[in-house]
């Protein structure tokens, strides 16, 4: 995408343009107000190049610290020590080069600059600095505005996609019409644990239409879903498959995209444990990593991580571009072989931490409205 | 009518039994749950007819009846299919899908009761011979899986068998895929009155001869019924005659 932030071109146009105007400029003024002298286009040459050097060494660190995602109030005390460090450090690199280049003369100009007109010079680098600073990130929250526009777009059409597909992709209709077969002979070897399927298939065919219509949801929620979900599994793989669930209830309320960690399991059981006539074990862990910053979730199942180059799967991919777009570069989704057991797939799922409970003040009621399972 | 259920679900196997029930002339003779147990038990328990899943741990439903000599009659359950069933040619095949309505199910019986009681059990010896070596009969079937399509062929509608490596290319209505074995093992299994060794690449069936015509050195040049031509060699020549002047 052709924005400012990834135009090197546009900033290298921008700095040699203005600091070569600013140099230009600086020696038009002495020529109007001093007198003119030869040596004042080596020096403003000198300015040029240096103030060039500093700022450039500025949007190094700039970049390399993240200062863009700053909010206003973190940036501007550190502009102002950049910038201070600039003035002061462009004159004493001027000054040196100036003496350098006089004592190479074999004439030199007679009379010296006195110190205070470096004073001078160093106050006027702190102003452009200010306005170089404010050239620079001007653009690039402009940038980081279209670029949220523009996620905020993407997201209503993935949302709208993930809606359009709706059950087809979500609930695997292999996966649905074998559990509605398995329950209907189940009706007739023990009905109540059939009317218990029934509840798990309706909650999970209820949760997989209704979630488009929100974004995430609390982590223990979608732990039921994947009960439900195993459950039915169960029924259908037997003695087949054996899984455990271990989370943290400290992560319970972390929210989460809907259908991920389903997903995550359904490729388990799809690419793991369904093939093989043995079956297989299933393990998923949830936590929050020691400062309660990230979600953490493993998914350990046997089988074999065999991707194919250049193809990965709907599911994945779909919950991948999810995250994606929800919380930017600081989700990940990997998939691995573990070699401890052996024959072990290992998805781990990393997310940064947010909950309702921290973005709105604690409310029992609300937390509790949010569990209970819609009626009807 | 003895059918084998095979599906990895037990529960789907007590439901498809549950469903039998109302057929009386139906028995069922056993049960596997994925295509390693059927294949065990099709040559033990040498049924009629498979109510087979597709989706299996291990080989797949297809899979098994490719590595099948011949394919018994065929009702395939499935959950969900869309791509798997559009691939296939129509014949001998039916396809229920689960849960499985009643009236389908009759229906799909119905259908294999006819193929049952047609052409192939005349000939299908039910005498107590080692079941590994008796020649394959002219109504025997095989199952083909070419690429993405599959087909269930009489031996009868196969013009000619043709090497191709360590596989054999069979040569039936507009289609020529090639099947997983080699012209030695169906050499040895065919009905050496119905499919005759032409020479070292080819076997041809007897009954799709269109014309025979004298060749250099004695030999014997045959056009069979689709204008494909073979050439008989000399040594074969002399044994294609006799057996036609018996």
Not at chain 1, 233 to 239: I, K
Not at chain 1, 293 to 316: D, I, S
Not at chain 2, 60 to 84: C, H, K, M, R, W
Not at chain 2, 226 to 240: L, P
């Amino acid at each position: 995408m052709a924005s400012i932030t990834t135009r090197p071109r546009l900033y290298w146009q921008l700095q040699l343009v203005s600091w070569s105007l600013y140099g230009l400029f600086g020696g038009v003024l002495v020529t109007i107000f001093g007198r003119f002298s030869v040596y004042i286009i080596p020096v403003e040459v000198f300015v040029t190049v240096t103030l060039i050097g500093l700022s450039h060494l500025l949007r190094q660190y700039v970049r390399r610290h993240g200062w863009v995602r700053l909010p206003v109030l973190a940036l501007l005390p550190r502009l102002l020590g950049a910038h201070l460090l600039i003035a002061i450090l462009s004159q004493v690199i001027i000054g040196l080069l100036v003496m350098l280049l006089f004592s190479l003369l074999p004439h030199p100009p007679r009379g010296s600059m006195p110190w205070t007109q470096y004073l001078g010079y160093a106050l006027n680098t702190f102003f452009v600095m200010w306005l170089w600073s404010t050239i620079y990130f001007g653009l690039h929250y402009l940038d980081n505005y279209k670029q949220a526009d523009i996620d905020k777009w993407k997201l209503a059409a993935a949302v709208q996609e993930a809606e359009m597909r709706g059950l087809k992709a979500q609930i695997n209709p292999h996966f649905m019409f074998n559990g509605l077969n398995n329950i209907r002979a189940l009706v007739l070897e023990n009905p109540a644990r059939a009317r218990d399927m029934i509840t798990h298939l309706s909650d999970l065919l209820r949760y997989s239409i209704q979630l488009n219509s929100t974004e995430k949801v609390p982590l223990a929620r979608e732990l039921e879903i994947v009960r439900h979900y195993l459950e039915l599994e169960a029924l259908q793989l037997e003695e087949r498959l054996h899984y455990t669930l271990a989370v943290d209830p400290a992560a319970h309320e972390v929210l989460i995209p809907p259908m991920t960690l389903q997903q995550l399991v359904e490729n388990a059981i799809k690419h793991g444990i369904a093939p093989r006539p043995g079956g297989g074990e299933i393990h998923l862990s949830a936590q929050l990593d020691a400062e309660g910053q990230h979600l953490l979730v493993t998914v350990r199942n046997t089988g074999r991580y065999q991707p194919v180059p250049g193809y990965e799967g709907v599911g994945l991919r779909n919950a991948r571009e999810r995250l994606q777009l929800l919380f930017g570069p600081a989700a990940s989704l990997r998939l691995s072989n573990d070699a401890d057991p052996a024959d072990t797939v290992l998805a781990e799922l990393r997310l940064p931490s947010t909950s309702l409970t921290t973005a709105l003040p604690r409310v029992p009621a609300l937390t509790t409205a949010f569990d209970e399972h819609p009626a009807g | 009518m003895n059918i084998l259920l095979v599906d990895d679900s037990r529960l789907a196997r007590t439901e498809l039994r549950h469903l039998l029930q109302a057929f009386p002339d139906v028995n069922i003779v056993g049960e596997a749950r994925h295509a390693e147990e059927a294949r065990a038990q099709i040559q033990a328990l040498q049924p009629e007819l498979l109510l087979l899943d597709i989706h299996m741990p291990g080989a797949n439903g297809f899979e098994l009846l490719a590595s099948l000599e011949t394919a018994p009659q065929v009702i395939f359950t499935t959950a969900y299919d869309e791509y798997a069933l559009q691939a296939f040619e129509v014949n001998a095949l039916d396809y229920l899908l689960k849960p499985v309505q009643e009236a389908r199910l009759a229906a799909a019986l119905a259908k294999a009761r006819a193929q049952l009681a047609g052409p192939g059990t005349v000939e299908a010896s039910p005498l107590p011979e080692e079941p590994a070596s008796a020649p394959l009969s002219a109504q025997d079937q095989v199952f083909v899986k070419d690429g993405d399509r599959c087909w269930f062929v009489r031996l009868a509608d196969i013009r000619l068998f043709e090497i191709n490596g360590s596989y054999t290319r069979i040569h039936f209505e507009g289609h020529r895929p090639l099947i997983p074995r080699t012209l030695q093992q169906l050499e040895s299994r065919l009905d050496p009155k119905v499919f005759f060794r032409a020479n070292r690449q080819q076997i041809i069936n007897l009954k799709c001869i269109a014309n025979i015509e004298p060749w250099f050195s004695n030999s014997l040049r045959i056009t069979l019924s689709d204008g494909q031509e073979v050439e008989v060699s000399r040594q074969q020549s002399v044994r294609f005659r006799e057996l036609l002047s018996l």
